[in-house]
């Protein structure tokens, strides 16, 4: 069965600094990766996905994913952290019946 | 042009009473699907409808239900409410049902339900 695993609950960076959101997947099959950002009262945003081709994704606001195979992850990464970025963030692999599965959620501090 | 969006924004129930949440399409969007988000969690599916047909559910009780309307917007019901039951529920659409790097699944702001 697809699932995906978020190893960090809470990452803290300063602002400007780089940031770091950790993806583990398991999946009996290519997967389609996703991740998804959603601030304080609101819906979920995509910001990337990965469907198989290029293996380094790029997305909205800086954001990029690197899918690498041997390590089976999909880990989101950004080279300046802003305030706005502040959120929880949310890694998704697709499910069989054309459904998101979603990890637990990384929540996101920001410091000044 | 309008998002998703969902109806009402936050519901405060009993438990053992039944609740029906509402949501809007996209325009041109013909499938829906319904996510619970517990606190702390990440959303869980329980639904999707397209063309007016369950197409998929999550793992959860027969007290959930749903229906789809001929102009795409949908109501999930959840009949008997638990306290278990308080958590925000997402709508989700998108043009069609395939593979999710061709559809890209639009969420709603959600309905925060809370069961005293």
């Known amino acids: 069965a697809q699932s995906v695993t978020q190893l960090d609950s809470h990452v803290s960076v300063s602002e400007g600094t780089p940031v770091l959101l950790r993806c583990n997947y398991s999946s009996s099959y290519s997967p389609s990766l996703f991740w998804y950002v959603q601030h304080p009262n609101k819906g979920l945003q995509l910001l990337l996905k990965?469907?198989?081709?290029?293996?380094l994704v790029k997305g909205i606001n800086g954001f990029e994913a690197e899918f690498k195979k041997s390590e089976t992850s999909f880990h989101l990464t950004k080279p300046s952290a802003h305030m706005s970025d502040a959120a929880e963030y949310f890694c998704a692999t697709g499910g069989s019946q054309g459904n998101l599965i979603f990890g637990k959620g990384t929540k996101l501090s920001v410091k000044p | 042009d309008a998002g998703v969006t969902q109806s009402p924004t936050h519901l405060i129930k009993t438990r053992g009473q039944h609740v029906t949440l509402r949501c809007s399409p996209i325009?041109?969007?013909?499938?829906v699907s319904w996510y619970q988000q517990v606190l702390g969690q990440g959303p869980q599916f329980i639904f999707q409808y397209y063309e007016k047909e369950e197409r998929g559910r999550g793992n959860f009780p027969d007290r959930f239900s749903a229906r789809q309307f001929p102009n795409y917007s949908s109501e999930l019901n959840v009949n008997a409410l638990l306290l278990g039951d308080s958590a925000l529920y997402l709508c989700?659409?998108?043009?069609?049902?395939?593979?999710?790097?061709?559809?890209?699944?639009?969420f709603g702001p959600g309905t925060r339900l809370t069961v005293t």
């Open positions: 325009s041109g969007h013909k499938s």
């Open positions: 990965y469907t198989s081709a290029a293996t």
């Open positions: 989700a659409s998108s043009l069609a049902r395939g593979q999710l790097g061709l559809y890209e699944q639009y």
